[in-house]
């Protein structure tokens, strides 16, 4: 089962960029959702997740700065990136699971390709 994730980019500090995840109707409907990413020589981190009701949670880093959220008719979650610092630059990985593992920084079952984001100082 693959995730589709796309929308990241070369952008000056202060900009914003939109990561889109599409997934399998049956993965979306079922999973919580969440956004992860993972820096050059760091370990990879939660950034924000959301539940298929709604409920969400967000790194205390990017609180306040981004937005997660989902289009179930489309089955797509979203990474809506405002006011972006050199340290948000990472590769993006979108996941889908069990809230449990999604919510707490495990990650789920299913993996996006990644997605790299880069912002310039």
């Known amino acids: 089962v693959q995730l589709q994730a796309s929308g990241g980019g070369l952008v000056q500090a202060g900009g914003s960029l939109r990561l889109s995840c599409r997934a399998p109707?049956?993965?979306?409907?079922?999973?919580?959702m969440g956004w992860y990413r993972q820096a050059p020589g760091k370990r990879r981190e939660l950034v924000a997740a959301?539940?298929?009701?709604?409920?969400?949670n967000y790194a205390d880093s990017v609180k306040g700065r981004f937005t997660i959220s989902r289009d179930n008719a489309k089955n797509t979650v979203y990474l809506q990136t405002n006011s972006l610092k050199p340290e948000d630059s990472a590769v993006y990985y979108c996941?889908?699971?069990?809230?449990?593992?999604?919510?707490?920084?495990?990650?789920?079952?299913?993996w996006g390709q990644g997605t790299q984001v880069t912002v310039s100082s």
């Open positions: 959301i539940t298929s009701g709604g409920s969400t």
């Open positions: 109707r049956m993965v979306f409907r079922r999973n919580a």
């Open positions: 996941t889908a699971g069990s809230l449990p593992n999604v919510f707490s920084g495990r990650g789920g079952d299913y």
